[in-house]
């Protein structure tokens, strides 16, 4: 049977991969809003209240008006934005941490934000499995290619080749650390530095670990162990193959995908150790999660319209 979805900011850079994701899939028909109706507040009701799913991709206000807007008990939501990450009722859409079968089952899921997803992916198995502590006052740095600033940074990057690296949440406390901590369980919230670079997609999610001061920690080698293991069976997350040369490279060419790989570093005598995840902020870190989120709540095989 044809199942109804409905995104909400489909002219969006998130909604509009969401929706190239969606193309020619048999198992769901979109329901779209012209240009003059897409933000008519009555016309996005209808929208909303028609859908089997509703995959918000607005900002975070907007995002909770149209959660209200909602008002039968049919329609199940999957919201892309910041609003619902840590709310009761929200089960977090990461499935390989927060189980199919809960994502499977909700009728309200939240999407997780792209740096989230990568510090989430390297660090919840590894405390959960206490190879990590929990209260350690864990550090992220990180980058992200413009499209993860949506339509206003992606203006701003292509009108400004002249930007070479775009550091920002200069005063902490960015909107990702609050589900960074509650999905992993931390005592204490992680600094957490991100960066923008002048490439159109494409993430780099960096947690340093100073394994010789951490009250515990495995040594680099059980850490790695531990991730593949959690791991093993997803098609998405994967541990990613030693890079050639001794170095890392995005490249602004990539064309991205919706993997999410995971490296562990480390020195030789396994006292320091660089946990990594590479991603594409618009794939695993927001449309290709979206519907990977959607095909397990629909019953569907996970990677259905997925680039792998
Ligand atoms: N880009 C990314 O990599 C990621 C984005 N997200 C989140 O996804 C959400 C969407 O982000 P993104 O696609 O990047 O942002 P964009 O700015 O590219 O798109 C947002 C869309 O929402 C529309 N919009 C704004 N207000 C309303 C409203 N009241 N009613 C209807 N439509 C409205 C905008 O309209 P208009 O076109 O007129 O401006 C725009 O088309 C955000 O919450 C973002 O934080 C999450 C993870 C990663
Ligand atoms: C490069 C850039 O600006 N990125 C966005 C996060 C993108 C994302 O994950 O979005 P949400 O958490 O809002 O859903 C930021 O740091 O605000």
């Known amino acids: 049977m044809t199942q109804t979805v409905f995104i909400d900011g489909a002219a969006g850079t998130t909604g509009l991969e969401i929706a190239e994701r969606l193309a020619g899939r048999s198992e769901f028909s979109l329901i ?3 240009e003059a109706r897409r933000k008519d507040a009555g016309a996005r009701r ?3 209240n028609d859908a089997d799913f509703v995959i918000l991709c607005l900002p975070d206000d907007a995002a909770r008006d149209a959660v209200a807007m909602i008002d039968n008990d049919r329609t199940r939501v999957i919201d892309a934005s910041t609003a619902h990450r840590v709310a009761p009722g929200w089960v977090y859409g990461i499935p390989e941490v ?3 079968d809960a994502v499977a089952a909700a009728t309200r899921v939240s999407n997780p934000g792209c740096y989230s997803t990568g510090f989430i992916a390297l660090v919840a198995p590894l405390v959960r499995a206490g190879l990590l502590p929990a209260d350690w006052p864990y550090i992220c740095h990180a980058v992200s290619g413009y499209s993860g600033g949506g339509k206003a940074l992606i203006e701003r990057f292509e009108q400004n080749a002249d930007i ?3 550091g920002y949440a200069l005063t902490l406390g960015h909107k990702h650390v609050p589900e960074m901590q509650a999905r992993c369980g931390l005592s204490i919230g992680p600094l957490f530095s991100p960066a923008v670079i002048p490439a159109h ?4 999610v960096e947690v340093p670990l100073p394994l010789n001061a951490m009250p515990t920690a495995a040594s680099p080698d059980a850490l790695r162990a531990a991730l593949t293991d959690f791991y093993g069976a997803s098609p998405i997350v994967v541990m990613g193959a030693a890079p050639e040369g001794g170095e890392m490279l995005l490249r602004a060419s990539d064309a991205g995908d919706d993997r ?3 490296f562990v570093f480390a020195n030789e005598d396994a006292s320091q150790a660089r946990l990594v995840a590479r991603l594409d902020n618009l794939g695993k870190g927001a449309s290709g999660a979206c ?3 959607l095909n ?6 996970e990677t259905a319209g997925l680039r792998l």
Do not use: K
């Open 46 to 48: 209808e929208a909303l």
């Open 98 to 100: 927060s189980g199919h």
């Open 296 to 301: 397990i709540m629909a019953g569907l095989p």
């Open 201 to 204: 997609r494409g993430m780099i």
């Open 32 to 34: 779209t809003l012209d």
């Open 260 to 262: 999410l790989e995971l």
């Open 164 to 166: 070479a690296w775009r």
């Open 291 to 293: 519907v990977q989120n």
